[in-house]
Nanobody, 124 residues
Framework: VQLVESGGGLVQPGGSLRLSCAAS????????MGWFRQAPGKEREFVGA????????HYAASVKGRFTISRYNAKNTVSFQMNTLVPEDTAVYYC??????????????????WGQGTQVTVSS
């Protein structure tokens, strides 16, 4: 399973970015998908996840209401729309998936597979 993120960049506070994660090697249809981030000097943290059906989503408190995760099973991709960005959102963002199918349609990802990450920098 390969996950490739794209869409990162430099944005001013209050701006928006849309990240994408393209999967290959298997269909994402049966698996929950998630986004994590790691800021300099900090541990990697959970940001958002979506269940296999797309009906259930879960977000970290720090991004709830600003970020939206979506999935497009037919295209084998997941997106992460980030609005009202603040400097504290600066980090490398990673797409993740698990080895086990999402039998419960539950938005949780442990992280058996990771992308290489995409840098998001929020600065004026």
């Amino acid at each position: 399973v390969q996950l490739v993120e794209s869409g990162g960049g430099l944005v001013q506070p209050g701006g928006s970015l849309r990240l994408s994660c393209a999967a290959s090697g298997r269909s994402i249809s049966d698996y929950a998908m998630g986004w994590f981030r790691q800021a300099p000097g900090k541990e990697r943290e959970f940001v958002g996840a979506v269940s296999w059906s797309g009906n259930n989503k879960h977000y970290a408190a720090s991004v709830k209401g600003r970020f939206t995760i979506s999935r497009y099973n037919a295209k084998n991709t997941v997106s992460f729309q980030m609005n009202t960005l603040v400097p504290e959102d600066t980090a490398v963002y990673y797409c993740a998936s698990d080895n086990s199918p999402d039998y419960s349609d539950y938005p949780a990802v442990v992280g058996d597979y990771w992308g290489q990450g995409t840098q998001v920098t929020v600065s004026s």
